[in-house]
């Protein structure tokens, strides 16, 4: 196993050169923290990381979650796990202090929660999932809910899924089936089932807080009538009891990837007797879960990206020990007498290196920037909270979508670094290439981010959310110009915007038609060609701040850091940004091939 599995430099680059976290600490519900202590969190989240989760990310995948005589059993270092994060504050933490958390920013949140994923990323969601159910009822559910459920999943004690799948639609939430029956006391009885169910059951929570999505019996259809309930595994009694809510374990989904990570198979009232609480107002329930979802979303981005990373670090190991060729000389050939160079120095090898760095970097650089976001949101009002709102929810498919599906082609590039031995199971390249592959589904697949992005978050408001990432681009262009050595590829980004803005006018002429189904028929080309100008904008950021560190002789890095960024950001310019101009041109191809037609060509 590689030694390293991500960089601390990088991200304290990221954190306080390019996002300027000391900027948010400046808000007055963030003050208690600075710089220092800051670092100290850092520090201490690496540590525990090192010895608790890195030490077992092959381990659990090799012994995986089990379901044995109807209980879902998993790696007996997961308990140790969750007793480590509850008493480091990890469930709590950015929660307010009034309800017992650590009102940590976002931004510094995910940052910790990049250590943890890329460490073991088979851990982290039983943890993220929980303190995301527990939001959710902090934020809509009545007092006496957070009463008895927040305190207890924030010490880590009762474990918090959200559960919304059902066999018959997938991901299509209007056709959830799962019904509540409201009785006298002002309960609900609740009959269903659902499936894929992250962290749905283990032997290391005494308890289980499924924040459910059911129909109340006569809701309207659709996403309408759907509400939201929580339905614990044992119902808490006035004497501090629990008893069996008649939630049934129904089985475990075996994975190709992330086999550390229970996916429950849960069935509600087979025994007619599972009693659930509605959270907030009936038929609300798919708003309500969209705070969960999306920062769910976001998460999964995190994952995705945090695999992708410790995959960059395990195929750079690799390539810096592995001699196996020469190099040509200048005649073009090989001197056989000469020793084996070793593969970093081959030009293509260091082609596929700078793929993976500059997918990770770039991707972990836009998550950061989310986390921004939405503290800045969380703690202002009136036009500053709308705008950091509007590009949250811009970014987010992004931020999801990116990693998940640019992070698996970099770490497929790190098992070719390793040839034959990256398809072996002595080295960690074939389980992080099998454990990424599930987050381009996880939490609303590829297509359905894409048509998320284009169908409502593009158009959102008049495009002003759009129109305010554009402002946000366009001062980081201007920052650029500033500096002879980044004009050029200033200028390639602005050509680039200007084309974005040419493909979805001619994308939104469909809609003037009424021909919604071909506006959004390319949404996922459309995901990728934004995407991609997103992260070079994210990578002009950071080319702004290297050049400036090394202009000014900032010695908080050293100097070979600073280069290094500025490599990684010309490569991205031009190997990766290139490629717009070909899915543009897809975009605004005038033959439409894959909406259904009266005849089936498909066979």
């Not at 770039?362 to 950091?388: F, N, P, R, V, Y």
């Amino acid at each position: 196993m590689a030694d390293q599995y991500t960089s601390m430099n990088n991200l304290r680059f990221l954190l306080y050169d390019v996002h300027k976290i000391e900027e948010i600490l400046q808000i007055p519900y963030f003050s208690d923290y600075d710089r220092e202590s800051i670092d100290i969190l850092l520090d201490a989240a690496k540590d525990l990381a090192d010895k608790e989760y890195f030490p077992y990310s092959v381990e659990m995948d090799e012994e995986p979650v089990i379901y044995e005589d109807g209980e879902i059993k998993a790696h007996p270092q997961l308990g140790t796990i969750i007793k480590k994060a509850a008493e480091a504050g990890i469930f709590g933490s950015y929660f307010s202090y009034e309800h017992g958390g650590m009102q940590l920013p976002m931004m510094l949140f995910g940052a910790t929660n990049h250590i943890y994923h890329a460490a073991n990323n088979h851990v982290v969601g039983y943890m993220n999932l929980t303190t995301g159910a527990a939001n959710l009822i902090v934020t809509f559910g009545a007092q006496e809910l957070i009463d008895t459920y927040v305190p207890r999943m924030i010490a880590g004690k009762w474990m918090g899924t959200m559960a919304l799948t059902e066999p018959q639609a997938g991901s299509s939430l209007s056709d959830v089936v799962t019904t509540a029956y409201p009785q006298a006391d002002g309960t609900y009885k609740i009959k269903g089932q659902k499936i894929f169910i992250s962290g749905g059951d283990h032997q290391f929570g005494e308890n289980f807080i499924h924040l459910t999505l059911a129909r109340i019996e006569g809701a309207p259809a659709g996403t309408k009538g759907i509400s939201l309930f929580v339905i614990p595994k044992l119902k808490p009694q006035a004497d501090g009891s629990l008893i069996p809510n008649d939630v049934i374990t129904a089985g475990d989904f075996q994975k190709m990837g992330q086999k550390g990570y229970a996916t429950a198979h849960l069935v509600f009232g087979e025994n007619d007797n599972c009693t659930g609480f509605l959270v907030g107002q009936a038929n609300l329930g798919l708003k309500y879960m969209f705070q969960m979802m999306n920062e769910a979303r976001i998460d999964v981005g995190h994952i995705a990206n945090s695999i992708a990373t410790a995959a960059y670090y395990a195929s750079l190991q690799y390539a810096r020990e592995r001699p196996q060729g020469r190099r040509l000389s200048s005649d073009g050939t090989k001197n056989v007498s000469e020793e084996q160079t070793l593969i970093i120095n081959h030009p293509d090898v260091r082609r596929m290196l700078l793929l993976q760095k500059a997918v990770v970097e770039g991707a972990l650089s836009l998550l950061l920037e989310c986390g921004k976001l939405a503290d800045i949101e969380k703690t202002s009002e009136g036009q500053i909270k709308e705008e950091a709102h509007l590009l949250m929810e811009i970014l987010t498919p992004i931020a999801k979508t990116y990693p998940s599906e640019m992070g698996r082609v970099a770490t497929s590039n790190g098992l070719q670094i390793l040839g034959g031995y990256g398809f072996c199971t002595d080295f960690p390249l074939q389980q992080y290439y099998r454990d990424i592959r599930i987050t381009a589904l996880y939490e609303g697949t590829t297509g359905i981010q894409s048509m998320d992005l284009l169908g409502r978050k593009a158009t959102m408001h008049k495009g002003k959310a759009l129109q305010l990432l554009v402002k946000e681009i366009s001062e980081t262009i201007r920052q650029a110009t500033t500096y002879e050595s980044l004009k050029s590829y200033a200028e390639q980004l602005s050509d680039k915007l200007l084309l974005s803005q040419k493909v979805l006018n001619h994308l939104l002429g469909f809609t003037k038609t009424g021909d919604f189904e071909r506006f959004l028929a390319d949404a996922t080309i459309f995901m990728e060609f934004t995407s991609t100008i997103v992260i070079a904008w994210q990578w002009l950021k950071q080319a702004v701040v290297a050049q400036e560190a090394i202009v000014t002789a900032n010695d908080a890095f050293t100097s070979d850091f600073y280069e290094s960024k500025l490599l990684c950001m010309k490569f991205y310019f031009k190997y990766e940004l290139p490629k717009t101009k070909g899915l543009a041109e897809t975009l605004m191809h005038p033959d439409t091939l894959t909406v259904l037609k009266e005849k089936e060509l498909i066979h």
